[in-house]
């Protein structure tokens, strides 16, 4: 009986050995496959990183999308591949990086974060390539590459692929070092450069995509023409999604290139709920599809731990994470041009809140404090209740509870005023609350601030009153409730299909 029960016990664990030499061995041929054949950069060299990858050591990933016409050599792609791509010919586009996304990976597993910078931002340039020092932040790796490239040719060099790559790698040092001195000196550890035809292979690889739109739209610039709801799109509709910022059809939508960024941030969270929900990442003809499209399309980095940043980031391939948009000033021209003009000081106090890791991620930690203020609050939503249950919340942070008050003309965006002296604290706040937009106002008293929640504004998941419940939108017994988008234009937590305008 005892010899059977060992004979039993080498049999059982024979089959979970093979089991787990065969799951295992696809896994590395997998992985092997991927690593030895993408394209590696050394763009990073001399800036600013958190150093050699470790355990529980946060990562900071920025993620670039190219708009350009043209293969990684510089040559013009097939004209069957840019009529799928509805985005001209190949002497459109230029080197602009139209997508510039950080990933925030917390070391202690907690949610991650990705941070939307909208392409016309207007900043300063470091290394101020073709003598330019200001310019809209996507124009960053486009006048890089052409300075490069007209350095190399006085140096003798003729080779177009080479005078391509050494340009390419000089475009992408100058956008990361930008992007790395507008968010106030933040550590970029690795990077991921797709262009538009690489997005138009993901899409394809994927099969399709379901999207969701809180209305219909349609533009001929971009290809785009959806209905109201959730929908699947083939690879060149993904590329329309991503790319529509206008909608002549539908004016009263107002698109700008703020709504194209959580249209991209939306079909970022649609793909991964796919990857993770049908299987995508265990089927191996559909594995091998995105392989394929890694080696062909992508850049990253030297030092990029492909198998490292996926077992740190359980949480995100979960879908654990929020993708939020830098807030935009106001709207201006510079040198004819059309720019985004943004409140610098803002911009990198908001970055530094999004990238602040562990907060509450502990069980039964305390919530994190507020710079003090007094908050007034306005409910310009439609639904009942919303004020008084936002400044309770606001109040448990450390605020100091002003008046609750209800606006009867609804407002569809919510605004955050502050008075001069409590810039910090406005600043905090809008993170807190994903996100939202703030202005100045030298009318508001000292120390105070006001909040007008418009038809846009989603509590955030964990923000709770005193009691320790969180807001229910669907306990308002409000009838206006029903027409609310059900995403806040500003913010997106990622582990389903958001709905967009």
Not at 72 to 97: F, M
Not at 230 to 244: D, I, K, P
Request: with cysteine; charged share 20%.
């Amino acid at each position: 009986m005892r010899v059977r029960h060992r004979a039993v016990g080498r049999t059982v664990v024979a089959l979970l050995s093979a089991l787990v030499l065969v799951v295992t061995g696809y896994g590395w041929r997998q992985y092997n496959a991927l690593t030895s054949g993408l394209d590696r950069s050394h763009a990073l060299d001399g800036l600013l990183t958190s150093g050699a990858p470790a355990p529980g050591v946060s990562r900071n990933i920025l993620i670039m999308g190219l708009d350009s016409r043209l293969d990684q050599d510089g040559r013009p792609l097939p004209k069957d591949v840019l009529d799928q791509l509805h985005a001209g010919d190949s002497s459109d586009g230029g080197y602009n990086t139209n997508v510039l996304m950080l990933l925030h990976v917390p070391g202690d597993g907690s949610k991650a974060s990705a941070i939307s910078i909208p392409r016309d931002d207007y900043v300063s340039f470091p290394g101020r390539p073709d003598g330019v020092a200001k310019q809209k932040i996507k124009q960053a790796y486009g006048l890089a590459k052409d300075q490069r490239e007209r350095e190399l040719r006085e140096q003798g060099v003729t080779d177009p692929v080479e005078l391509e790559h050494q340009g390419r790698e000089a475009g992408r040092h100058e956008s990361i070092a930008t992007v790395q001195q507008f968010l106030g000196g933040v550590p970029i550890d690795n990077f991921v450069e797709v262009t538009l035809v690489g997005f138009y292979d993901l899409a394809q690889a994927m099969g399709s995509v379901t999207v969701c739109l809180a209305g219909p739209t349609q533009d001929s610039y971009s290809g785009a023409r959806f209905v109201k709801g959730y929908q699947q799109l083939n690879a060149s509709q993904a590329l329309a999604f991503v790319r529509q910022r206008r909608d002549y059809v539908h004016p009263e939508l107002n698109f700008t290139d703020l709504d194209r960024a959580r249209r991209q941030q939306a079909f970022l969270a649609s793909a991964a709920h796919q990857l993770r929900s049908v299987g995508t990442l265990t089927d191996p003809s559909r594995l091998s599809g995105l392989i394929d499209v890694a080696k062909k399309d992508v850049v990253i980095d030297e030092d990029l731990d492909l198998l490292g940043m996926l077992q740190q980031s359980q949480g995100l391939v979960a879908g654990n994470i929020t993708f939020t948009t830098l807030p935009v000033k106001s709207f201006g021209k510079v040198d004819g041009q059309d720019v985004n003009l943004v409140d610098l000081d803002q911009i990198r106090s908001l970055v530094r809140t999004l990238l602040g890791d562990g907060a509450g991620a502990a069980p039964g930690a305390p919530p994190v404090a507020l710079p003090p203020a007094t908050m007034d609050v306005v409910n310009a939503s439609g639904r009942d209740g919303v004020a008084n249950t936002v400044l309770a919340a606001l109040g448990d942070r450390g605020l100091t509870r002003g008046t609750a008050s209800t606006r009867h003309r609804t407002e569809s965006e919510t605004v955050l005023s502050y008075a001069p002296d409590a810039a910090d604290s406005a600043t905090a706040v809008a993170a807190l609350l994903g996100g939202i937009p703030v202005k100045k106002d030298a009318e508001l008293r000292k120390g105070h601030e006001r909040l007008v929640i418009g038809t846009d504004f989603s509590m955030p998941a964990g923000l709770s009153d005193p009691s320790g419940n969180a807001q229910d939108d669907s306990a308002s017994g409000s009838a206006a409730h029903a027409a609310a988008p059900a995403v806040p234009a500003s913010s997106i937590n990622g582990g389903g299909i958001p709905c967009v305008k």
